[in-house]
């Protein structure tokens, strides 16, 4: 989620100072002494690409209480990608500088550093690492890559990781701070593939009734088997559907934002055709087998007293849907609901009931076909602007598009909060 | 100020003190074999030098040391003499500066 300008700076400032504390103290600890400055530099690049590998693990745990005090899942995804880059460079430009530094000796001596053929299974153990890392981020940046490869090449990411580990302990033996990382490393692999990825750490939940919204868009109501999660409406939770009577779930963990959340621990999800496994979930039926991991994300949690502003955009209505059903509105609140098509629009004739109920709600409902929709329009329609606070979920474009409006209209950017889902 | 958001500052926190005094638990970083405590330096391969440096690195006591120094030393010795060369070990080897450090049982 993003909020205003102030707090999103302290929630970057967090998350690049996590990122960047454990590798300034790795390459203080091994600043070599005495040696030659491309030595030294490929002994700093080396320690300081290893301990970024390492918090590059520690960010792709999914644990609900670590990605709040990173600032959420989507913060620390994004560092996740931005931390294997520079390591990967860092990494790449190990060799690289040794190999300059043999030059300075004698040009045959470079080549001797770098000539597979010329090293032995410690040195082949580290480009290992480097083609495993190299492989793994270039199909990172192939968005158009079917979820499920894609996941298979991202463990040739933690395969690189663990090689190129292996490296520098077979270079360096127990060294104490060496196997340190290699735990926290360990702990982090251990734990997004053992807790979030097999489900150890997930609560079972089991489908109790399936709607169909509209044209490819299920509400999926799925029921505790045992402890509930504690969710509230604007939070996401990570789902694998698995088998029923005369369903075969995909069993993958995918991102799914609550549409409702009651006092029993029921909570329902909205659930797009959107892909291979959410396009299967479609078919789905009542007793359906669900794991849970979460809950994860602020949005609508830290509002402030003002009057309130939704934007949603197609299936970003969901979070406005949970917190509706979740309670009467106290503050006055205005939802513009943006769609394509009305036969679409999901949860369109439940809105229009609260509108008609709820003095504090107002609904503009819009069909927008395929045109970019007329902001400054829309916007004309709420009453005293500057003064709500506005909460925006979408897709990217449609966010983009309305950010520059509200500055316009002298929204305060502190009171503007938005959430995009846009990672894997 | 909601507990969880406290907490999680707490912890950042922690995590962070946590971190920078990792750099005193060690007496030092990893000792580094160069021109400077290896004899014969420059009449080693990339390779040589980078097992010699996992070798030295790797002994337990000072005599498991000095012994493969010695042996060491001669080997590169023959190396140096075929090209007119004779080698000096230097008393600051990679045995005492280890000895030095702690590193030896």
């Known amino acids: ?424 | 100020m909601p507990s969880s958001i406290w907490k999680s500052r707490v912890g950042g926190w922690m995590l962070l003190l946590v971190l920078v005094a990792l750099p005193g638990t060690g007496a030092a970083g990893p000792w580094h074999a160069a021109e400077q405590n290896t004899s014969g330096w420059y009449y080693m391969t990339p390779d040589e030098r980078i097992e010699h440096q996992r070798r030295m690195r790797g002994f337990k006591t000072y005599e498991e040391c000095k012994s493969y120094q010695t042996e060491q030393h001669a080997k590169m010795a023959r190396r140096a003499l075929k090209e007119g060369v004779v080698l000096q070990p230097r008393p600051d080897s990679g045995c005492e500066q280890l000895r030095q450090r702690g590193r030896f049982e």
Request: glycine residues 8%.
């Open chain 1, 1 to 424: 989620m993003n909020k205003g300008p102030g707090v999103q700076w302290r929630r970057r400032f967090t998350t690049l100072a996590l990122t960047l504390i454990l590798p300034l103290a790795v390459v203080w600890w091994a600043f070599p002494e005495g040696l030659t400055p491309w030595r030294s530099a490929a002994i700093v690049t080396a320690w300081a690409g290893t301990a970024l590998l390492v918090v590059n693990l520690l960010l792709m745990v999914r644990q609900p209480h670590l990605a709040r005090l990173l600032g959420g899942l989507e913060p620390a995804y994004l560092w996740h990608h931005r931390s294997g880059m520079a390591a990967y460079l860092l990494l790449l430009s190990h060799p690289l500088t040794l190999a300059v530094d043999g030059w300075f000796e004698a040009p045959h001596r470079a080549w001797e550093i770098l000539a597979p053929w010329a090293q032995s299974w410690p040195v082949w153990l580290g480009w290992l690492a480097l083609v495993l890392l190299m492989f793994g981020l270039a199909t990172t940046f192939a968005l158009r890559l079917p979820y499920r490869r894609w996941r298979g090449f991202h463990f040739a990411l933690g395969l690189g990781v663990v090689f190129g580990l292996a490296h520098v302990y077979v270079l360096l033996g127990e060294v104490i701070l060496l196997l340190l990382l290699i735990v926290l490393a360990l702990l982090a692999l251990g734990w997004r593939l053992i807790a979030s990825d097999l489900g150890v750490a997930s609560l079972p939940y089991r489908v109790s009734q399936v709607t169909r919204q509209v044209p490819g868009m299920i509400e999926a109501t799925l029921t505790p088997a045992a402890t509930a999660l504690a969710v509230t409406p604007g939070q996401f939770v990570l789902v694998a559907f698995g088998d029923g009577t005369h369903f075969r779930g995909c069993g993958e963990y995918h991102p799914f934002t609550v549409s409702g959340v009651a006092e029993d621990g029921t909570i329902s999800l909205a659930i797009k055709s959107l892909g291979p496994c959410s396009q299967h979930i479609q078919a789905m039926e009542p007793g359906v087998r669900v794991r849970l991991q979460g809950p994860f994300g602020t949005f609508l949690q830290e509002s402030a007293m003002a009057p309130q502003l939704w934007v949603a955009g197609g299936i970003g209505i969901t979070p406005f849907i949970a917190a509706l059903r979740a309670q009467p509105r106290t503050r006055h609140t205005t939802l513009i609901y943006l769609f394509r098509r009305a036969a679409d629009a999901a949860f369109l004739e439940e809105l229009t009931d609260y509108a008609n109920n709820d003095p504090h709600f107002i609904l503009h409902a819009v069909e927008t076909g395929k045109m970019p929709a007329d902001f400054p329009h829309l916007l004309q329609q709420v009453d005293e602007l500057a003064q709500h606070e506005v909460n925006i979920c979408g897709p990217a474009p449609m966010v983009n598009a309305l950010l520059p409006h509200l500055g316009k209209s002298g929204v305060d950017p502190e009171m503007i909060h938005y959430e995009r889902f846009d990672f894997r």
